[in-house]
């Protein structure tokens, strides 16, 4: 079953290359400014347990990129998706609508962490209280579509 991309995924997939994009040029516009060590480890108060050199700072838009790549890979083939309930004739269309829309999200909940990270490393700032919303806002979006997949599931009569 091939689905197309809805207005959703489209724009999910714009602000994610947007996000890396830009994480990329950003770092590559500052690379001779930045100094040559950063926080690169932090504990759950947000304090830097560990410094690491500017080299590092590469991983985050590198796997930033590979986790896009790799669910852009995924949602292309809905036949490997588990989804976790039965998928009917009547349903299939919405069920893997929904998946679809579920990766999509995904990428963008995979790739903003990276990038926050990345910003806010280069800044040597400590960890704000950001990754608290992010954690909230990722069981909440799971949630949300395991609840719409659920209805999705549905066979209406």
Do not use: H
Request: glycine share 6%; proline share 3%; with cysteine.
């Amino acid at each position: 079953m091939k689905l197309s991309f809805s207005k959703f995924d489209i724009a999910i997939n714009i602000a994610c290359l947007a996000l890396i994009v830009g994480s990329v040029v950003n770092l590559i516009v500052a690379w001779n400014a930045l100094p040559d060590q950063f926080p690169a480890q932090y504990d759950f108060a947000g304090n830097v347990t560990r410094w690491g050199g500017k080299g590092e700072l590469i991983a985050m838009p590198a796997i930033a990129w590979a986790g896009y790549l790799l669910l852009s890979i995924i949602e292309r083939f809905p036949q490997i998706w588990n989804t976790g309930v039965k998928v009917t004739e009547e349903n299939k269309e919405r069920v893997y609508r929904t998946m679809k829309s579920f990766l999509s999200a995904t990428k963008l909940m995979l790739v903003a962490p990276f990038v926050l990270v990345l910003f806010n490393t280069m800044l040597s700032d400590a960890l704000q209280g950001w990754w608290i919303v992010y954690i909230i806002l990722t069981i909440a979006y799971i949630v949300f579509f395991f609840v719409k997949l659920f209805r999705a599931s549905r066979t209406i009569i």
